[in-house]
């Protein structure tokens, strides 16, 4: 069992900057693969990114790309994300999951509570 918190989300203006948290606990956080989902009022959850066991092979949505990065310090079990040129379209309830594989599906085991960032223009 795997417990997500994801925390560091708020309000900023367009062009502005957030760093996403999602601290696990429990079982460690290095034996899952990582993703972040987003989900928008009205809309499905959609894919952001997602990182491998180890940190590598980061995988990106095309409308994040080069904007935003994903990160993970497994010795602090902690996943990141950095969110820059932020765009009132990114504005959504960010969640962190844990899986066994790296997919861009929502095929994930474990969910956090989600955070909201809001992006005004």
């Known amino acids: 069992q795997v417990q997500l918190v994801e925390s560091g989300g708020g309000l900023v203006q367009a062009g502005g900057s957030l760093r996403l948290s999602c601290a696990a606990s429990?079982?460690?956080?290095?034996?899952?693969?990582m993703g972040w989902f987003r989900q928008a009022p009205g809309k499905e959850r959609e894919f952001v990114a997602t990182t491998s066991r180890s940190g590598g092979f980061p995988n990106y949505a095309a409308s994040v790309s080069g904007r935003f990065t994903i990160s993970r310090d497994n010795a602090k079990n902690t996943v990141y994300l950095q969110m820059n040129s932020l765009k009132p379209e990114d504005t959504a309830v960010y969640y962190c999951?844990?899986?066994?594989?790296?997919?861009?599906?929502?095929?994930?085991?474990?969910w956090g509570q989600g955070t909201q960032v809001t992006v005004s223009s």
């Open positions: 429990g079982r460690t956080a290095s034996v899952y693969a």
């Open positions: 999951a844990a899986g066994a594989i790296a997919t861009v599906t929502d095929d994930y085991s474990y």
